[in-house]
């Protein structure tokens, strides 16, 4: 089965903590990207791949940091220095010039 | 610069009804406009893509869209609603040949009994 793990789907952190979200994907994609969704609002773009061992900040990477050391893989940190993290998560993939696939999404909740 | 409109937040219709979702965009390029659906706590599935082919794109899920130049729009239709279609509909749109997407804030699509 192709497609795009995320795990966890709930995620609970204390403030003060980093946390971070796992994304991998079977496609064989060389382009990855995390996006946050906030309730009632569209998709913002935080970071993207386009290859392994590079990768560009999006619209609102502040808080955020990634790494893609494999092509299957792109984890994503949520820092202390993201003062409003709690959102939905959706990482996605995509050859260079197609559509992105998303994987079903990681809930965070700061206590 | 790229920017989307998704020109209604809700749209409510009857089961059997049609689907009408509007969404206009602006791109220096020749884009390439996606359509994708969001159920609940999930992720986002594509319903369809237009890609400089034929300006009548047809989906999954009886959806259809049309690709208007002149309008700059590329609004979303179905004929008959199904109970199932209730969700979150977003119109992207992506510069020709870059895969960096644009999303619209999305359109909740009630379908009442």
């Known amino acids: 089965d192709g497609g795009i793990t995320q795990s966890p789907k709930y995620l609970f952190r204390k403030e003060g903590q980093n946390v971070t979200l796992s994304c991998e994907q079977n496609?064989?994609?060389?382009?990855m990207y995390w996006y946050r969704q906030d309730p009632g609002q569209g998709l913002r773009l935080i970071y993207y791949?386009?290859?392994?061992?590079?990768?560009q900040k999006g619209d609102i990477a502040e808080g955020y940091s990634v790494s893609r050391e494999k092509k299957e893989s792109f984890p994503l940190t949520v820092t202390s220095a993201q003062k409003n993290p709690t959102a939905f998560y959706l990482c996605?993939?995509?050859?260079?010039?197609?559509?992105?696939?998303f994987g079903p999404g990681t809930r965070l909740t700061v206590l | 610069a790229q920017s989307v409109t998704q020109l209604d937040s809700h749209v409510s219709v009857s089961e059997g009804t049609p689907v009408l979702l509007r969404c206009n965009y602006s791109?220096?390029?020749?884009?390439?406009l996606f359509w994708y659906v969001q159920h609940p706590n999930k992720g986002l599935q594509l319903l369809l893509k237009?890609?400089?082919?034929?300006?009548l794109v047809k989906g999954i899920n009886g959806f259809e869209a049309e690709f208007k130049k002149s309008e700059t729009s590329f609004h979303l239709t179905k004929p008959s609603a199904h109970m199932s279609d209730a969700a979150e509909y977003f119109c992207?749109?992506?510069?020709?040949?870059?895969?960096?997407?644009?999303f619209g804030p999305g359109t909740r699509l009630s379908v009442l009994p």
């Open positions: 237009y890609t400089s082919a034929a300006t």
């Open positions: 791109s220096s390029y020749s884009p390439s």
């Open positions: 496609l064989n994609h060389d382009a």
């Open positions: 992207v749109v992506s510069p020709w040949g870059g895969q960096n997407f644009v």
């Open positions: 996605a993939s995509s050859i260079m010039v197609d559509e992105q696939f």
């Open positions: 791949s386009q290859i392994v061992n590079d990768f």
